[in-house]
């Protein structure tokens, strides 16, 4: 239907730049060119198909109109001629070119939300006129909650588009009026009435069709829910279908704060804690029953459902949200445009990808919206008549209904190939090779021990092959195997031919695969890791590599296997974060677990520690970062870490018993030095953390202020420490962050656990032994408050620059050294052991550590840093050691340093051969000889 001479001779009347837009629009929509006519007779604002909405306009301007009424048919009038006004605007403004996509959605969706609150607005009215208000058993209103879900909840709704509604509300109880209902009762008349003010046809026609059917339990369930029911719905009873949709919930009418708690609340069962490779998996079987439905009903031609179409491409980036939603914040957006550019910017599709993803769902949401807008029907297939074909190339700007096809058929390839892409079964075929077969006789027991190590052998496993048939067999025989479903027990049998024939890519396969198997009786009894390693290629090469590198590593990840998530993304696996982005980024994790207490705050801490140590031990075997380099983040690890441990430390201290005050009304100052290996900078994989705490209190015997249960100030403080060292050191089930040692404080074990740096002071500059002084040029303020920091640093260099009797000092420090070589020192006559043999790692220490000592009170310079290697570089500046001593001692204690980190990584001791290291030996005891004449 294209416009009448009459209604152009109308608009042009009106507006001439409408007139001329007319000609095209309502060539494109019969829809609009009858919505034009009833505008003008009913003396509508033309002038509005003009202007874009700003946010919130729409909901304003609608409640406004149905704030007074309180006749039904007066309801049900108004928002049919409003929904009508105003789908005309956007379906002009949209088929004109004057609006891009998002403004028609958006748009779309505001009209929605407004048409819902201002329904349960009215319903509710008319219900508390008889009833009264729906409370709790404390009196308190309940209120109620309207989820929109799909297109809706995304703020993506189509033109003519059902909405799925989950009406809920926030609390059991009953209605205070004269004839009182249950809340249950109430909720769900006021459910009922709702949706009828929306979807019952009157002669102005329905606002919107309402789909109630994705609340709990479905047809079947209560019409509202309250929130406690929700949750335990969900946590009982939800099933892998509902996490999909809930991706897209969003609150859209009732009490929206209210709604948005409880969509927190519901996350840890929509996006899981690790990588859900679990959804890859039922996504794809969702898309086949989609597919077949399809093919049943022959709709290939559905822009929505067939190859190509909408569905798929929703499908690609709800793959992504499912699966790594649970760690990344930006996958959790309902939207999918914004999590689409997400995936490009993040890497985890390409960005050329991603854009052109992009520009496809723009190009099928338009295609879709046009299809509707041409009689406001709900439509998803390409129209068969010439006529609707003309109208829609019309709207599409093509110039006849091949070169539509054309367009068409590119964007459905590239969005059908990406689809097939990322939903491709990893591995597929490969269980059924040779090895495949082995593995499948070995587990069956058709194919007996020797003939199979014989096979092993054959194929490429030269050492070991006997040992990879003991394991799994071994592996075979766990109760959790043993006691698995044939589907699963067949999915790790392919598991496993995948490992069997990957492992042949690695220089020694049978250790890699010995070690990776490790790993799998680890996880043996959780579905979800089993089926990311069988569904990512990437995972299980990153697994087999750092297996066949490290038997410590093999060891980290099995005893956590949630690390397994961080093997899928190479690109993050070997480049650790940089100091800064670290400490954001687990700042960031901290406020999405804000409210969850004491167990989320440990769980996280123990998983962020592991999966950044894991992540500096790939680049580290990878040879991606120098020792320094690898040494920094794992100490900027451990600064990051207790820094977040002391702050939620803090909160739970302070929401109990408030904070302690020091007598001029200023909050007290806590603090934690590092000393040793942390406060030095040069943390290894599994270093204990050498700890001492302090603080600024000077009303220890005054109590806490401001929480609901005061608590002694000195107490406070005690239980303060007490509580960080359990949030690092207590054994939960994601492990332990860091060994906690705290025999450095004062008086050591029988000192308090927390001193005043007062009486630190008073213990550093009157009682502490030499051996005290060397520990504290290792010493580092790292977390607590700014200014008890600058306290401590300008104590510790006080200290440090004392004045000291030479030759008294050269005695203390050769004792100790002395009787630590004769406590630890594991040299025997054939071996020798580099950190605390002679000539050894420990030396260089205590000789940099004497000269720091012995020159600070000339050279306060000396004792700035508290790391080995630029202690050495200022003593050298200095002049208390030449120049070429300090190079050769850096040599040496750097070469040292080395080989013991490569001895961690592959559990075995730092020992060599006598005739191993003796340049460097040599060098470190002629300086050593030089200073102590020993």
């Given amino acids: 239907m294209s416009a009448t001479p009459e209604l152009l001779a109308l608009l042009r009347a009106q507006d001439p730049a409408l007139a001329e837009a007319a000609a095209t629009v309502c060539a494109a929509s019969p829809f609009v060119a009858a919505s034009l006519e009833w505008m003008l007779r009913h003396g509508s604002d033309l002038g509005e198909l003009h202007r874009a909405r700003a946010p919130g ?9 149905t704030r007074a009424l309180s006749d039904e048919k007066d309801m049900q009038r108004v928002l049919r001629q409003r929904r009508r006004e105003d789908m005309t605007r956007i379906a002009f403004r949209d088929l004109s070119g004057w609006a891009p996509l998002d403004e028609a959605l958006d748009d779309l969706s505001d009209l929605a939300d407004a048409c819902c609150e201002a329904a349960l607005r009215f319903a509710g009215r008319r219900l508390q006129a008889r009833h009264g208000l729906p409370r709790n058993e404390r009196g308190e209103e309940c209120r109620p909650v309207v989820l929109g879900m799909g297109k809706l909840g995304g703020r993506e709704l189509n033109f003519s588009s059902d909405i799925d509604l989950i009406f809920c509300y926030t609390q059991g109880g009953e209605t205070d009026g004269a004839r009182p209902l249950s809340n249950d009762e109430y909720f769900g008349r006021l459910t009922q009435d709702t949706g009828k003010l929306l979807s019952a046809r009157t002669e102005d026609g329905f606002v919107f069709r309402v789909d109630t059917m994705l609340r709990p339990f479905g047809s079947a369930g209560a019409l509202a829910a309250s929130f406690a029911a929700m949750e335990e719905y969900y946590q009982v009873h939800g099933r892998e279908w509902e996490r999909y949709a809930l991706i897209k919930a969003r609150p859209v009418a009732g009490d929206i704060a209210a709604g948005e708690g409880l969509l927190r609340t519901l996350r840890p069962f929509v996006y899981r804690r690790y990588l859900d490779f679990n959804a890859i998996g039922s996504l794809r079987e969702l898309k086949r029953l989609i597919e077949d439905d399809v093919k049943r009903k022959g709709m290939d031609d559905n822009v929505k459902l067939g190859r190509g179409g909408i569905r798929e491409l929703e499908f690609i980036v709800q793959s992504f949200q499912l699966v790594r939603g649970g760690n990344e914040t930006p996958l959790r957006d309902a939207r999918l445009r914004p999590v689409l550019r997400y995936l490009g910017e993040a890497g985890h599709l390409p960005p050329a990808t991603a854009a052109r993803l992009d520009a496809c769902y723009v190009y099928l949401r338009r295609l879709e919206n046009a299809i509707q807008m041409y009689g406001d029907e709900q439509a998803h297939v390409l129209p068969a008549d010439e006529a609707r074909r ?3 190339c019309v709207a599409m700007g093509n110039a006849d209904w091949c070169g539509l096809l054309e367009q068409l058929d590119e964007v459905r390839g590239f969005v059908q190939n990406e689809f097939e892409r990322i939903f491709a079964e990893s ?5 059924e090779g040779p090895l495949g077969r082995l593995v499948a006789g070995i587990w069956s027991g058709q194919v007996d021990a020797g003939d199979a190590a014989d096979a092993l052998y054959s194929a490429g496993y030269k050492q070991s092959p006997k040992e990879l048939v003991e394991d799994l067999e071994a592996l075979k025989a766990l109760r959790l195997v043993r006691g698995m479903r044939e589907e699963t027990a067949l999915k790790l049998q392919q598991l496993l031919a995948q490992l069997f024939g990957e492992a042949l890519q690695q220089a020694q396969p049978a250790l890699a695969l010995r070690r990776a198997l490790r790993i799998i009786q680890a996880v043996v009894g959780r579905s979800t890791y089993l089926t990311l390693l069988r569904e990512s290629d990437a995972t299980r090469q990153q697994l087999l590599g750092l297996c066949a590198a490290s038997p410590w590593l093999t060891e980290f ?4 296997p949630v690390l397994l998530d961080s093997l899928l993304d190479p ?14 980024d687990l700042a960031l994790r901290a406020t999405e677990i804000e409210g969850q207490g004491t167990e989320a705050a440990m769980d996280l801490l123990r ?6 140590t894991l992540r500096v031990a790939a680049a580290d075997l990878l040879h991606a970062l120098p020792l320094v380099k690898i040494s920094d983040r794992l100490t900027w690890l451990a600064e990051a870490i207790v820094g977040q441990a002391l702050r939620f430390a803090w909160a739970e201290m302070s929401a109990q018993y408030g904070e302690p005050l020091r007598r001029d009304g200023q909050p007290a100052g806590f603090g934690v030095i590092a000393y040793g290996k942390f406060g030095g900078i040069e943390l290894g994989y599994g270093s204990d953390l050498d700890l001492v705490f302090v603080h600024d209190c000077d009303a220890l015997e005054e109590d806490s202020s401001g929480g609901g249960r005061p608590l002694n100030n000195g107490t406070w403080l005690a239980r303060l420490a007490q509580r960080l060292i359990n949030s690092l050191a207590t054994q939960t089930h994601a492990g332990r962050a860091y060994e906690i040692d705290m025999q450095l404080r004062p008086s050591g074990a029988s000192g308090l656990l927390v001193s005043s740096l007062e009486g630190f002071a008073g213990y550093q500059r009157s009682e502490a032994w030499t051996w005290e002084h060397q520990a504290l040029t290792r010493a580092r303020y790292v977390a607590g408050s700014a200014g008890l920091g600058t306290a401590f640093e300008a104590l510790r260099l006080e200290v440090l620059c004392r004045p000291r009797d ?9 004792d100790m050294r002395r009787k630590m070589v004769a406590k630890l020192d594991k040299s025997t006559a054939v071996l020798w052991d580099v950190k605390q043999g002679q000539g050894g790692l420990t030396d260089c220490e205590f000789l940099t550590q004497f000269l720091v000592l012995r020159d600070a009170a000339q050279s306060p310079a000396v004792a700035h840093w508290s790391d080995n290697w630029r202690q050495l570089e200022a003593l050298a500046e200095a002049g208390s050691i030449g120049a070429g001593d300090k190079e050769a001692l850096i040599d040496s204690y750097r ?10 990584l592959q559990n075995e001791p730092a020992l060599v051969p006598q005739e191993e290291f003796l340049q460097q030996r040599e060098v470190v005891k002629r300086i050593w000889k030089g200073l102590f004449g020993e």
């Fill in 57 to 65: 306009q729409t909901a304003a301007s609608i409640l406004d109109a």
């Fill in 390 to 392: 003309a109208a829609l």
């Fill in 427 to 431: 591995g597929k075929g490969r269980e």
């Fill in 557 to 560: 990840i099995a005893q956590s």
């Fill in 571 to 584: 690109r993050t696996l070997y480049a650790p974060p940089e100091k800064q982005e670290l400490f954001e």
């Fill in 607 to 612: 998983r962020y520690q592991k999966e950044m």
């Fill in 806 to 814: 030479a030759a008294k000092l050269r005695q203390e420090v050769a």
């Fill in 895 to 904: 070469a040292y340093r080395g080989f013991a980190h490569v001895r961690s």
